[in-house]
C-alpha cells in the first residue's frame, strides 16, 4: 500500500490522538512546513504538572469539575510544541478546529486546515471558527481519502521475529 502525503500527515495526527486521555473525543494534530517537514504534533491533554489522573475528565458538572476548564486542545499543543515559525505552514486535525484554537491557527501564520471530522458543525463554536478562517484567508478542507483503515502491525511476521 502507497499512500499520499496527505493520508500519510493525517495518518501522524491520527496516531497521535491516541495519547490523549480524552475517554470520549481523542483529537490528534500534525504542523507540516512548505518542505513537507512536520514541525509540531500535538493531542489534547491537561497542561504539564497537571496530572491525568487527578485532573477532571468528565463533562457534566460545575466549571471545575469538567474537562473544558483544563484540557489543553491539540492544535493548541501541537503550536505550542511546534520548533520553528509556523508562517505558510499546513495544519492536519482530527477533529475541525474550535474557535479558540482556530484563533491561534490564524495568529500562527498557519495557511491550511485539512480535517477529518467535523463532527461538531453544528455548534456556534465551529461556526465561529468557519467565519475567522474565511475572514483571514485560511483555507480549510476535508481530507479526501478512499482509506478506511491503515493497519500498523507491531507483532512481527514470524520470519523476522527474534528467538
Ligand atoms: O479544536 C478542538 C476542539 C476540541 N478538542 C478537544 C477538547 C476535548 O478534550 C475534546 C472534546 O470533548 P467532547 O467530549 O467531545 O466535548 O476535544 C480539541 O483538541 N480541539
Ligand atoms: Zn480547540
Known amino acids: 500500500m502507497i499512500i499520499s502525503w496527505d493520508e500519510y500527515f493525517m495518518g501522524i495526527a ?22 513537507k ?14 496530572s491525568d489522573a487527578e485532573f477532571p475528565w468528565g463533562s457534566t458538572g460545575e466549571f471545575g469539575d469538567k ?6 486542545h491539540a492544535e493548541l499543543n501541537a503550536i505550542l510544541n511546534a520548533s520553528t515559525s509556523l508562517k505558510g ?6 477533529l475541525f478546529p474550535c474557535n479558540e484554537c482556530c484563533k491561534a491557527i490564524i495568529q500562527s501564520g498557519i495557511k491550511e486546515v485539512i480535517y477529518l ?5 453544528a455548534t456556534d ?8 478562517f474565511a475572514a483571514a484567508g485560511v483555507h480549510y478542507r476535508r481530507l479526501e481519502t478512499d482509506i478506511e483503515e491503515l493497519p500498523v502491525n507491531f507483532v512481527l511476521p514470524k520470519g523476522e521475529r527474534e528467538g
Not at 14 to 35: M, W
Request: with cysteine; net charge positive; hydrophobic share 30%.
Open 67 to 72: 474537562k473544558y476548564a483544563y484540557v489543553v
Open 37 to 50: 517537514h512536520i514541525v509540531g504534533v500535538g493531542y489534547n491533554g491537561m497542561p504539564n504538572g497537571c
Open 89 to 94: 505552514c499546513r495544519i492536519y486535525t482530527s
Open 125 to 132: 463554536s465551529t461556526r465561529a471558527s468557519k467565519r475567522m
Open 14 to 35: 491520527l496516531f497521535s490522538k491516541y495519547r490523549s486521555k480524552d475517554p470520549h473525543t481523542q483529537v490528534g494534530a500534525c504542523i507540516v512546513n512548505e518542505d
Open 117 to 121: 471530522s467535523d463532527k461538531y458543525a
